[in-house]
């Protein structure tokens, strides 16, 4: 989930059209009934629909500029210690690169570094691929909904090719 209250909402006025959808009222049920899980995808995706005072200055868009400490822990550590408050789930231990875009500080360093201190396990990127026992425990592969498959049909192909 994008994690922060400050840019769900404006995210909501752009992409929502206004209509308080994309709130965290619901994280908690969702995670005490078992059935999801709510992980971690950044405080603000540094998202391209969000006002520029959101860009920490530099591009938003992507997630390949945010490459020093500070930009990490602004974006990934305030999700993970927000997370951890409002929806305690065992999802939050996991992090998924917004736009599927992980880079070389990051994967190399930042998490190697200080993925224990803030209870993450791993980090998935979109690239689409299966999970194997050798994936890089920083870059794990996923498939997306709307890119890989786009029906159950399609999704059932995926796992059937997966399972042999």
Not at 101 to 109: D, I, M
Not at 120 to 147: D, M
Request: hydrophobic share 45%; proline share 6%.
């Amino acid at each position: 989930m994008i994690v922060g209250p400050e840019a769900r909402r404006e995210l909501d006025k752009a992409c929502m059209g206004g209509r308080g959808w994309w709130n965290d009222a619901w994280w908690r049920e969702a995670a005490a009934s078992g059935l999801l899980h709510i992980a971690n995808q950044s405080w603000d995706y540094n998202h391209a629909a969000l006002p520029d005072f959101f860009s920490h200055g530099v591009p938003l868009g992507t997630f390949r500029s945010i490459a020093t400490r500070e930009l990490a822990d602004a974006e990934i550590a305030r999700a993970a210690e927000y997370l951890r408050v409002h929806a305690p789930n065992p999802g939050d231990t996991l992090f998924a690169y917004p736009y599927g875009e992980s880079n070389e500080y990051l994967a190399g360093e930042y998490f190697p570094r200080f993925g224990a201190r803030l209870g993450i396990v791993a980090a998935f990127t979109r690239e689409p691929a299966c999970f194997t026992a050798g994936a890089a425990r920083w870059r794990i592969p996923r498939f997306v909904f709307g890119r890989d498959w786009k029906s159950p049909a399609e999704l059932e192909r995926i796992l059937a090719g997966a399972a042999r």
